[in-house]
Structure formats: structure tokens, C-alpha cells
């Protein structure tokens, strides 16, 4: 039996995991799911690699499961399954790395209190990817666990990219751009090479379009610039998340509108984006339904925000070669992608609408200047190629 890479992904009322075979260097999917609904309505879902439904739990309205029960049950269930028998190492999604940690880590408890560190800076995510290690290596302390993290591809950004225009009064916290999907990036600039050997070498900006979204400028696959900041609600307009806003309006809010701090933190965070501007939903495919004139809107907005920060990922390449469309919106919206696609034509950007409609990698036609792709994205597994070479 094959040794096997479980990767966690953990947030305040969910962990995502996966389960890979390790076959020498090859990784092969064997399970997947999640636990959702942690604290209100526990729901526990697994597949197996051909998307058959493996394992199915309900604990019922009002149940009070929190992330070490999650754990116990996934725990039991891949004993259960193939996927437990030889569990060689535990893969963790965590947001933060902050300016020491650029690369996956072991995470031994001196690591875990390093990490515990960076909370202030991803209050929302940080102590919630981090409670899942300490869960696993109280029961299982001999097995590694390697952190993996969505800042650090990011560290290959010049301090001039990095730097807020701040006193160092205040930078000298920590307090500069991080930048976040990196585990998503990272993955599509380890596929280039052989979808886009050209766009692998040249000046791509690759649109992560799910919940969350962000750009990332890849010169010759290292990042150079990214729209996400110091915090995960910066750049582009998201599914509830403001992104780029001007600071005068937070200090409007809290002057004016008498609101205060976590209020704000709420409106920024879950209660704007696409969710705000419509007021209908903060879910693409709602909204591409919707006939709601303030759905088009939100989705207006949405592609107007995205050619905007396109010209600055451009400017800070110095250019463009590519653009690649990735997660939710960027693998299944055709819209969204032509539309894209289309504002951008000035850039040389020649959209093929019928690749585009039959699902192609390559959504550009031959003689455009700038070529237009869709790769589907994998952080689970560049999550796991991590944790297979640490351990
Ligand atoms: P993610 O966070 O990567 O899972 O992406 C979630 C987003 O992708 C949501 O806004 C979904 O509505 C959107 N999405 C998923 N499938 C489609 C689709 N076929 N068309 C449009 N949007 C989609």
C-alpha cells in the first residue's frame, strides 16, 4: 500500500483537506472533501479521486463541533479508507508567513509560536490555520507537518514592490504588501513551462478570479507585483470584499458614520464586493442569472476593476505576454473571461470566442500579441509537492 499526503486547509468553519498516494515523485488524488458548518451545523463530505461521493456525515442544526472533533472524524474516516493506512506526512495551508517565512517550513512548536506571531496580520485566518497542526501533533507527535504558505512566493517581490509610502514608525511593524494566493501562483507558474512555454518565459499576469481574487505579475514564472497587499481586502473588487478602496473613505466611516472598527472590518470584508454592489449576491453565477440591473452593475464593476489593475500588474512587467485565467470565475465563467478578455484588446489581446466556448486552454487566437489562457488551478497539490520534498 502507497504512502499517503493528507493536506488541511483550514478556516474558522471549514477544513478542506485532500488525500494524495505518494508513487515516487508522482502524486496521485485518492479522497477529498470537507467539514463544514463548524459551530452551527456540522457537515462532513468526502469523494474519492473520480469524484464518487466516499463518506457523508451530518451532526445535525445546532451542533456544537469544533476543529478538533473535525479532526477526530476525518481522522477516523481515513482510517477507514485507503487514504489513512500509511499516513506519512500532514500538508497545512497557512495564510501568513510574514518577512521570515519564504519558504514551507517544518512546523515544530517553536515554528507554531513564531506563526502565532504573525496573527495581528491575518486576524481572520491565521489562528484557525494554525489550530489543526496543534491538534495533530498532540495525538501524533512523531508525524511531520510541514506549513505552507500563501505569502511566501511572493518574497521574490523588490522592496520598492513591497513598500507602502509610510514612516518607518509604522513599517517597521511589518507593515508592507505580502501579497496572498501564492500557493495558487506558485502552481500555474510550475505548469507554464509545458501549457505556455512562451507565456513560462515572458511577462504574464495571471488572474486568480474565485471568493477571493487577486493578480499576480510572473516575470519568467518569480512574481514581481500582486494586487493583494498587507492584508487579503486589497486589489480587485471580490465576492464580498472591497477591494482597492481609497483609506479617506475607512476614515469617513468611522468619523461620519459613526461606525467602528470591527463594523468596518465586517462591511470590507463580507459585506461589499459583489454581495455589496448588488445586493443580491456575492456569487458569480447568481449574478450572471440575475436580471437585477444592479447585478450587471456589481459585474460591470468587476470587469472594469480587473482591466484597471491589469494595466498596473502591466506596468510594473514593464509589458505583457500573457494572461491567465484561474479558480472559480477564471476556470467556468466564459463570460467573465471574454469580457475580460475584450476590454483588454488594446493591449493585443486577439480573444478566439469559439476556444473560448469549447473550454480550450488557449483562448487567443495564433496572431494575437498577447496570448489568453485557462489553466485550472491546484493548491492542494502544490501544497502536497511541498510537504513530499520537506519530509
Ligand atoms: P472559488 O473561490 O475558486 O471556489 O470560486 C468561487 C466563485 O466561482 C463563485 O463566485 C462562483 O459563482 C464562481 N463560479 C463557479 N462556477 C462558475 C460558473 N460556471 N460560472 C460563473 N461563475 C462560476
Not at 180 to 193: K, M, N, Q, R, T
Amino acid at each position: 500500500m502507497a504512502d499517503v499526503i493528507l493536506v488541511i486547509n483550514a478556516g474558522s468553519s471549514s477544513i478542506k483537506f485532500s488525500a494524495f498516494d505518494v508513487e515516487g515523485s508522482r502524486l496521485d488524488l485518492v479522497t477529498r472533501g470537507q467539514v463544514e458548518g463548524l459551530f452551527s451545523s456540522p457537515h462532513f463530505v468526502a469523494y474519492n479521486a473520480d469524484g464518487e461521493k466516499a463518506g457523508e456525515h451530518n451532526w445535525g442544526e445546532g451542533a456544537q463541533l469544533d476543529h478538533a472533533g473535525a479532526i477526530a472524524h476525518l481522522g477516523a474516516f481515513l482510517r477507514g479508507h485507503e487514504a489513512g493506512h500509511h499516513l506519512i506526512g500532514v500538508g497545512h495551508r497557512v495564510v501568513h508567513g510574514g518577512a521570515h517565512f519564504t519558504k514551507p517550513v517544518l512546523a515544530n512548536a517553536q515554528v507554531l509560536d513564531e506563526l502565532d506571531k504573525l496573527t495581528p496580520l491575518a486576524p481572520l485566518h491565521q489562528p484557525h490555520n494554525l489550530k489543526p497542526i496543534r491538534i495533530i501533533a498532540e495525538r501524533n507527535p512523531d508525524l511531520p507537518q510541514v506549513a505552507c504558505f500563501d505569502t511566501a512566493f511572493h518574497a521574490s517581490q523588490t522592496t520598492l514592490a513591497q513598500a507602502f509610502a509610510l514612516p518607518e514608525s509604522i513599517t517597521k511593524n511589518g507593515v508592507r504588501r505580502y501579497g496572498f494566493h501564492g500557493l495558487s501562483y506558485e502552481y500555474i507558474a510550475s505548469v507554464l513551462p509545458e501549457v505556455a512555454p512562451a507565456a513560462a518565459r515572458g511577462r504574464t499576469v495571471v488572474a486568480h478570479l474565485g471568493n477571493g481574487a487577486s493578480l499576480c505579475a510572473l516575470d519568467a514564472g518569480k512574481s514581481v507585483a500582486s494586487t493583494m497587499g498587507f492584508t487579503a481586502v486589497d486589489g480587485l473588487m471580490m465576492g464580498t470584499r472591497c477591494g482597492n478602496l481609497d483609506p479617506g473613505v475607512i476614515l469617513y466611516m468611522f468619523d461620519e458614520l459613526g461606525m467602528n472598527a470591527r463594523e468596518i472590518e465586517d462591511l470590507l470584508y463580507r459585506g461589499s464586493g459583489l454581495l455589496g454592489v448588488s445586493g443580491v449576491s456575492g456569487d458569480m453565477r447568481a449574478l450572471l442569472a440575475s436580471q437585477d440591473e444592479r447585478a450587471r452593475f456589481a459585474i460591470d464593476l468587476y470587469v472594469y476593476r480587473i482591466g484597471r489593475e491589469l494595466g498596473s500588474m502591466s506596468a510594473a512587467l514593464q509589458g505583457l505576454d500573457a494572461v491567465v485565467f484561474t479558480a472559480g470565475i477564471g476556470e467556468h465563467s466564459k463570460e467573465i473571461r471574454q469580457r475580460v478578455c475584450e476590454q483588454a484588446a488594446w493591449w493585443g489581446i486577439e480573444f478566439d470566442p469559439a476556444a473560448n466556448g469549447r473550454g480550450d486552454a488557449c483562448i487567443s487566437k495564433p496572431s494575437s500579441k498577447v496570448s489568453a489562457w485557462v489553466i485550472p488551478t491546484n493548491e492542494e497539490l502544490m501544497i502536497a509537492r511541498h510537504t513530499q520534498a520537506l519530509i
